[in-house]
């Protein structure tokens, strides 16, 4: 079994600070892990993922995320947030079938 | 080219049309899959391709009708549907081999049944 915990449903930030967006999985299997980013009315797309190689991943547009393998975490990080970064997030994982977290909404306040 | 391409993407129909969505991807990707995305919702796994054949169906109902022409193309007919289907129906596209492969999502088809 395989399962996605986005640990909050909201979160909100002003502009130029830092962003933090938890997520937490269980799996019987070591799954490889994403986030995602859905604008209003748009597609996914994918921020960045992690494939076992290292352990701090670095995406587009200044996010990162760190897989800590003891705590089944995979918290997405931005130093500091932009206007244009005000979306749902989706963390997904994979195992031989994706599975998603509930998503986060992101405001960011100016 | 990473894109994955819908269309059309807006539909509006009433609950005795028959209509269907189109979605085409030209990266080589042979697993092809549709997804149903309610509002604030994550998207719903619907049907997966895997080099052409249908590999998975969620049970998802007989009004909703995949088909996969060839490995570039997915299509979704719809015959009968009801309001409560009216969603954003996305299309996403991999490729085959190990679950470190993301999946490449097109923009969606936003569905309203009248």
């Known amino acids: 079994a395989q399962s996605v915990t986005q640990l909050d449903s909201h979160v909100s930030v002003s502009e130029g600070t830092p962003v933090l967006l938890r997520c937490n999985y269980s799996?019987?299997?070591?799954?490889?892990l994403f986030w995602y980013v859905q604008h209003p009315n748009k597609g996914l797309q994918l921020l960045l993922k992690?494939?076992?190689?290292?352990?701090l991943v670095k995406g587009i547009n200044g996010f990162e995320a760190e897989f800590k393998k003891s705590e089944t975490s995979f918290h997405l990080t931005k130093p500091s947030a932009h206007m244009s970064d005000a979306a749902e997030y989706f963390c997904?994982?994979?195992?031989?079938?994706?599975?998603f977290g509930d998503g986060t909404t992101l405001t960011v306040k100016p | 080219d990473t894109e994955v391409t819908q269309t059309p993407k807006h539909l509006v129909m009433g609950m005795t049309n028959k209509k269907s969505l189109k979605c085409e991807q030209h990266?080589?990707?042979?697993?092809m899959y549709w997804y149903k995305q309610k509002a604030k919702k994550p998207p719903e796994l619907m049907f997966v391709?895997?080099?052409?054949?249908?590999?998975i169906n969620e049970s998802v109902p007989s009004r909703f009708s995949p088909e996969c022409p060839n490995s570039s193309l997915l299509n979704l007919h719809l015959h009968a549907l009801q309001p409560e289907d009216s969603a954003l129906y996305l299309c996403?596209?991999?490729?085959?081999?190990?679950?470190?492969?993301?999946?490449?999502f097109g923009p969606g088809t936003r569905l309203t049944v009248l």
């Open positions: 990266m080589g990707h042979r697993a």
């Open positions: 799996s019987s299997y070591s799954p490889s």
């Open positions: 996403a596209s991999s490729q085959i081999g190990n679950s470190y492969n993301e999946q490449f």
């Open positions: 992690y494939t076992s190689a290292a352990t």
């Open positions: 997904v994982a994979n195992a031989g079938k994706s599975t």
């Open positions: 391709y895997s080099y052409e054949k249908l590999s």
